[in-house]
Nanobody, 126 residues
Framework: QVQLVESGGGLVQAGGSLRLSCAASGRTFSSNAMGWFRQAPGKEREFVAGLRWSDTYYADSVKGRFTISRDNANNTVYLQMNRLQPEDTAVYYC?????????????????????WGQGTQVTVSS
């Protein structure tokens, strides 16, 4: 049984930092695409960052502030978030894909991911 479990969310002031973790169990995803999405109240779930092998990809809104990385030994993906702003407030979800062929355009679409975590709340106060 595959599970993705996010942790690391919380309340932080604007300009602060948080690091989210996504621990996978049940199978390894070292050669698969993984992504972080977020969903704010009343809004659709949106792509934040993704990686596959050494390729990383970011939404324009977080480029230069967020960094996605992977620890294959621990089957964990991280999202380091710096210079957080109130508009970053959302529930953050980790996702993993089983798709063998991957294109950068695939990162954005939730349907391209097969497994999802339960989400972790990030709240940024002004």
């Amino acid at each position: 049984q595959v599970q993705l479990v996010e942790s690391g969310g919380g309340l932080v002031q604007a300009g602060g930092s948080l690091r989210l973790s996504c621990a996978a169990s049940g199978r390894t995803f070292s050669s698969n695409a993984m992504g972080w999405f977020r969903q704010a109240p009343g809004k659709e779930r949106e792509f934040v960052a993704g990686l596959r092998w050494s390729d990383t990809y970011y939404a324009d809104s977080v480029k230069g502030r967020f960094t996605i990385s992977r620890d294959n030994a621990n089957n964990t993906v991280y999202l380091q978030m710096n210079r957080l702003q109130p508009e970053d407030t959302a529930v953050y979800y980790c996702a993993a894909s089983l798709t063998a062929y991957w294109s950068r355009s695939y990162y954005y679409t939730t349907q391209n991911y097969d497994y999802w975590g339960q989400g972790t709340q990030v709240t940024v106060s002004s």
